[in-house]
């Protein structure tokens, strides 16, 4: 029985790439039947509603969710962005991030010092709590007594899975991240936990670092991480930094998984870049890199292997878009991608 891939391409950039990706999934032979959902801003702006019932009964039902990016400057309310991606991950539970950082080439790092420049780390990301989870208000809003609350949720069972997630993956070292030093109620969870789940995995080296020394230490030496658990925000920022350091955003990709249930979405960590989007100038890396961990995920590792294999090798000769230093187009990436695994 092929898999059934619900696919939301959804906005700007997103419309671009997503189709690079099903591309590439086709040469690489995955047995997937693809169903493209008209989730937008253009349908949100037609009828008012973010995802409709039946669609999201769809969704739910997929094997998994191949996702592009959402996102509109004529939709400035937060509620389309809530009703579609953050709704995805909260709802579906998908309550682990993955985004690694992997330097293909040398050549795409911006740092100056060569031995320091090798980055393959995993960031995990939680993904159902902290400030991400809409708790809070605005009082006396517009006037200058106003107050604006922003909750950070953090609970024992959410803390407690991901960081026994991070040391299922971890090999060399696990580094939990968090701001305990000055967010002490959220921090304490945190360090407790990390404590007594890294006692339970006493062969992992650990180690404890607060967000701010982490980015530092990132772009100082990211070689030396492999990787790092931390919650729903800073693993929100750090994840830009370490794509960064390997090559920019245009190629970082993303898994949001729920590793119990099995589901799973997949989606380059790039927005919608409304400005470059549609001129054929998008990355389709990070999609087609989000792919490959669709496929992983969905258990055919040696084809993961392959599409990365595939990325990499385009990287290398260049065969990719501007932003990396190529000269092609996004479906001209594409096609690079599959000449190679079809070579
Ligand atoms: C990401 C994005 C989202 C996030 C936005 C669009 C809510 O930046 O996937 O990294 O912050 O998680
Ligand atoms: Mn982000």
């Known amino acids: 029985m092929p898999k059934h891939i619900a696919v939301l ?46 669609v999201w009964k769809q969704l739910a039902a997929a094997d998994s969710i191949l996702f592009g990016a959402v996102g509109d400057p004529r939709v400035p309310d ?11 991950r909260f709802e579906l539970d998908l309550y682990v991030n993955l985004r690694p950082a992997k330097l293909y080439d ?36 517009g006037t200058n007594d106003e107050i604006a609350t922003q909750e950070d949720l953090n609970t024992y069972l959410g803390v407690t899975r ?21 967010m002490t109620f959220a921090g304490g969870l945190w ?27 990132l772009v100082k030496d990211p070689s030396q991480f492999d990787v790092i658990v931390t919650g729903n925000l ?6 830009d930094l370490t794509a960064e350091l390997v090559g920019g955003m245009g190629i970082a990709p993303s898994a949001n998984i729920n590793p119990s249930s099995g589901r799973g979405l997949f989606e380059p960590v790039h927005g919608t870049a409304p ?32 599409i990365e294999g595939a990325v990499e090798s385009a ?14 187009s996004t479906s001209q990436a594409g096609d690079a991608v599959v000449k190679r695994l079809r070579d």
């Open 234 to 239: 800073f693993g929100d920022i750090l994840s």
């Open 191 to 217: 360090q407790e936990r990390w404590k007594a789940v890294a006692a339970a995995h006493p062969k992992v080296k650990t180690r404890h670092l607060l967000v701010d020394a982490a980015a530092m230490q």
């Open 9 to 54: 391409p959804c906005d700007g950039a997103g419309k671009e790439v997503v189709p690079e990706a099903i591309k590439v999934l086709r040469a690489a032979g995955a047995d997937f039947e693809f169903e493209e959902f008209d989730v937008n801003a253009d349908s949100y702006l037609r009828t008012g509603v973010a995802m409709p019932d039946d």
């Open 315 to 328: 990287i290398r000769a260049r065969e990719c878009t501007r932003d990396i230093g190529g000269e092609l």
């Open 106 to 141: 040398d050549r795409l790092s911006p740092l100056r010092r060569e031995d320091r420049r090798h980055a393959d780390l995993l960031i995990v990301r939680e993904n159902t709590e902290g400030l991400y989870v809409g708790m809070g208000g605005r009082f006396k809003k």
């Open 275 to 306: 400005d470059i989007a549609g001129k054929g100038l998008v990355n389709p890396v990070g999609a087609i890199l989000s792919a490959a961990m669709m496929v992983r995920h969905l258990g055919v590792p040696e084809m993961a292997d392959a």
């Open 78 to 88: 937060a509620n389309y962005l809530a009703g579609v991606l953050l709704r995805l």
């Open 162 to 182: 991901i960081i026994e997630h991070a040391f299922q993956i971890g090999k060399r070292e696990v580094v939990m991240v968090d701001k305990s030093n000055a």
